[in-house]
């Protein structure tokens, strides 16, 4: 069997008008809405990690944007760093920051953070151990009260 080839200019479909197999018989619509990544992407639990910082050495929300900025490029969409209130001080005598939330650009970078599912990844910024698991909705009670928001 003699089969040969030949590029097409663009916009020309070969005769029969089947490109690659498949037929498309609607053209674009040149009214649709333009796809945008922060309104029709994933939600923003699926695109977050809870981090927690060890007791005594929090972790800059300024320093947590540079490190995953400087390792996997522009991911981040915000960072929110929990500061302990009146009321949190006073229920665990503490007056460090112990957790927070990253949220990135994309839902793929959080699973492959934490590869694929595993229950926490340890990362070193500037000296400091940051853990981050999986962002959990159900647990947001302690970020409805006093955490700023960071951008």
Known sequence: M???FRALPFGETPPGGNVGGCYNSKPLDSNAKEWSAKTNGAPEEDRCLFITFSNGHPIADH??????TLKYGDCLERVY???????DVKETNCLTPQFGKVVFKTSW???ALTQCGRRE?????DGKPLWCKK??????QAFKRNTIVLL
């Open 2 to 4: 003699n089969v040969s």
């Open 63 to 68: 320093q947590i944007r540079r490190f995953f």
């Open 81 to 87: 760093v929990h500061r302990p209130g009146p009321k």
């Open 109 to 111: 970078i959080p699973l």
């Open 121 to 125: 990844t340890k990362f070193i910024v």
């Open 135 to 140: 962002f959990d909705p159900s647990k947001t």
